[in-house]
């Protein structure tokens, strides 16, 4: 049973330029919400999506969107890439509402140059 | 909006010493988690506390959720070098998502 992959791994982009990374959840997982953390800081919650649907966002510009696929499978994509999007993009998914337990995949390394 | 905050930010200790690390909301949470992320990895879900006043122990590890719902602590005792990491609290309030505390980055020495 596989547990929440990401792709890429590691990425490098410059300033300007636009990025999508990918997310499949744990089997059976229907939630997936994608985080944001930047060196030496917590998580910060970028959105969730929920039957191919964006359910929250939190305080993230339109730069950021994302999509959930039929399979629950889910991309994020950045557009007009700043130096302070580098950060470690962490997508987590979940099966239910907010009282369960969610699992994080190993996370993207982005680096904006 | 809500905040998490989490004190101390770091914590050296030598193995065989207790650690404890404090979690406060700004807001009443409806449940609290705790996660563990090890230098390069990946948060790693350690444990959920839903009641008033809850303790909840694994092996090592004791953790409480305040009477008010508003904070939290985690308290290891006797230390190992494998308890290394930085330990993350995230508060839900009532809602779909989790806000993620600042962590406690905890170093253990041998």
């Known amino acids: 049973d596989a547990g929440v992959t990401q792709s890429p791994t590691h990425l490098i982009k410059t300033r300007g330029q636009q990025v999508t990374l990918r997310c499949s959840p744990k089997?059976?997982?229907?939630?997936v919400s994608w985080y944001q953390q930047a060196l030496g800081q917590g998580p910060q919650f970028i959105f969730q999506?929920?039957?191919?649907?964006?359910?929250q966002r939190g305080n993230f510009p339109d730069r950021f969107s994302g999509h959930q696929f039929p399979n629950y499978s889910s991309e994020l994509n950045v557009n007009a890439l700043l130096l302070g999007d580098s950060a470690l993009y962490l997508c987590?998914?979940?099966?239910?509402?907010?009282?369960?337990?969610?699992?994080f995949g190993p996370g993207t390394r982005l680096t904006v140059l | 909006g809500q905040q998490v905050m989490q004190i101390p930010q770091y914590q050296h200790v030598q193995e065989g010493e207790d650690f404890t690390t404090y979690c406060n909301s700004s807001?009443?949470?409806?449940?609290i988690q705790w996660y563990k992320q090890r230098p390069g990895g990946h948060p790693v879900f350690l444990i959920q506390?839903?009641?008033?006043?809850e303790v909840k122990k694994q092996k090592r590890l004791t953790f409480q959720f305040g009477e008010a719902k508003k904070n939290s602590s985690l308290h290891i005792t006797a230390t190992q070098t494998t308890d290394v990491g930085t330990y993350f609290c995230?508060?839900?309030?009532?809602?779909?998502?989790?806000?993620f505390g600042p962590g406690t980055r905890l170093s253990v020495l041998p």
């Open positions: 987590a998914s979940r099966l239910g509402g907010a009282r369960v337990t969610q699992y």
């Open positions: 089997s059976g997982h229907d939630t």
């Open positions: 999506y929920y039957e191919e649907e964006e359910r």
């Open positions: 807001t009443t949470l409806s449940n």
């Open positions: 506390l839903v009641k008033s006043g």
């Open positions: 995230a508060g839900n309030n009532y809602g779909q998502n989790f806000v």
